[in-house]
C-alpha cells in the first residue's frame, strides 16, 4: 500500500506565500487524477484543487487566482503554489491519487484513493 507524504506547510502571515509538495514513494503507475484537499478544525473536509493525467486543473472557487497545482512530467509528484494565504486557508491539507478514474467530484473521498497524512498551514 502506498503512502503518500506531503510537505511544506507552516506558518505564515496574511497575504504570505507556501508550496506544498506531495511524493508518493514507491508508486509506479500513471495517475488518472492526482490532487488535494483541506480539512479545517470543526469543519468538513473540502477539495481544493486537482489535476489530470492530460494536465487539465480544476479549484475551488475560494482559491481560484491563489493556487496553482502542478505535477513534473516524469514522476507521481504534486505541488500546490499557494500565494496571498488567507486566515481561511488555515487548515491541513492531504493530498490524494487515483489511478482508476479520471478526476470527477468528490474522487478524493472514495475508498480507494490513495492519500497522505497532511501537512498543516495555519495563516494568520
Known amino acids: 500500500h502506498v503512502q503518500l507524504v506531503e510537505s511544506g506547510g507552516g506558518s505564515v502571515q496574511t497575504g504570505g506565500s507556501l508550496k506544498l509538495t506531495c511524493v508518493a514513494p514507491?508508486?509506479?503507475?500513471?495517475?488518472?487524477?492526482m490532487g488535494w484537499y483541506r480539512q479545517a478544525p470543526g469543519k468538513e473536509r473540502e477539495a481544493v484543487a486537482d489535476i489530470d493525467s492530460n494536465g487539465i486543473t480544476t479549484y475551488a472557487d475560494s482559491v481560484k487566482g491563489r493556487f496553482a497545482i502542478s505535477k513534473p512530467n516524469a514522476e507521481p509528484s504534486l505541488y500546490l503554489q499557494m500565494d496571498s494565504l488567507e486566515v481561511d486557508d488555515t487548515a491541513m491539507y492531504y493530498c490524494?491519487?487515483?489511478?482508476?478514474?479520471?478526476?470527477?467530484?468528490?474522487?478524493?473521498?472514495?475508498?480507494?484513493?490513495?492519500r497522505g497524512q497532511g501537512t498543516q498551514v495555519t495563516v494568520s
Open positions: 514507491g508508486y509506479t503507475y500513471t495517475p488518472y487524477c
Open positions: 490524494a491519487i487515483d489511478d482508476f478514474a479520471p478526476c470527477r467530484r468528490g474522487w478524493w473521498r472514495l475508498t480507494h484513493a490513495l
